[in-house]
């Protein structure tokens, strides 16, 4: 008989790799956040901007990490 996984589980092994990935980021300077995993303020010429990082949910096997940052027209991140 083949065990089904439910929503429950898919949440809370996405939130455990969600805190893995936290985790590894952390010791280079981003925190956590709400609505993104995790934040970093870069300096810029004019003021600190905000780069941001999200992780999402995908199919079961893929779960994209992805950044949004521009500056000058380059991504820092």
């Not at 996984?5 to 790799?17: I, R």
């Not at 096997?61 to 949004?68: I, V």
């Amino acid at each position: 008989m083949e065990t089904k996984t439910t929503d429950l589980q898919k949440m809370t092994a996405f939130e455990t790799l969600s805190a893995k990935v936290l985790a590894t980021m952390a010791p280079f300077g981003w925190a956590g956040g709400r609505g993104f995993l995790a934040a970093k303020t870069f300096k810029t010429i004019q003021v600190g901007q905000t780069a941001v990082a999200y992780l999402y949910q995908d199919d079961g096997y893929h779960n994209p990490l992805k950044f949004q940052f521009t500056s000058e027209g380059r991504n820092v991140c």
